[in-house]
């Protein structure tokens, strides 16, 4: 929302992967950073076998040193199985080296990677959202996977029935 001050989230799309009483966790969907994954994977000892246009993405400010990989496919091989959490229906999570060196050698189609993700303490994004700093959507493999980074704020707005145009500054529940 227009009201949100913080420079990080500026038109900022997050998938929620956790949100309980204690602490909330995302990532921004719609931030890409100038590293590619090759790059990135090499500089790991990592080879990467995807395409040489495929971009990291930035997660978020907190540890930035972190990575976190989002997929469409589940994996069965025993031991990785564990190390994956399913966000949603066909989207999945992995934060574990051995499974993004399983990943890097046969990318799927449906494949991000983040450095850094969204945190938040516990209440403060009930109360940002209490405040309307926030618009609430469903999440979809589509939005995750397949919109243009530089499109999924407006789509994902557009998707409550929402001209972007139309939102002000307030404070309340929108």
């Excluded at 100038?34 to 995807?50: H, I, K």
């Excluded at 971009?55 to 091989?77: C, H, I, K, N, Y």
């Excluded at 979809?140 to 530089?150: A, G, I, K, R, Y």
């Amino acid at each position: 929302m227009p009201q949100l001050q913080d420079p990080n989230f500026s038109r900022s799309v997050v998938l929620l992967v956790q949100h309980d009483e204690e602490a909330s966790f995302g990532l921004v969907l719609n931030r890409e950073v100038d590293l590619s994954l090759s790059d990135l994977f090499s500089s790991l000892g990592c080879p990467w076998r995807g395409g040489s246009e495929q971009r990291a993405a930035w997660g978020g400010p907190v540890s930035l040193d972190s990575g976190w990989m989002l997929f469409g496919e589940t994996l069965s091989t025993p031991g990785e199985s564990e190390q994956v959490n399913t966000v949603m229906q066909g989207v999945h999570l992995a934060s574990s080296m051995d499974v993004f060196e399983r990943l890097t050698l046969d990318p799927p189609p449906q494949m991000r990677f983040f450095l850094g993700y969204a945190g938040w303490g516990q209440g403060q994004l009930d109360f940002e959202i209490a405040q309307g700093a926030w618009l609430a959507a469903e999440a979809t493999p589509e939005l995750v996977f397949s919109s243009p980074v530089t499109k999924m704020w407006d789509r994902a707005v557009r998707g409550l029935g929402i001209d972007p145009g139309s939102l002000v500054p307030t404070s309340g529940v929108h």
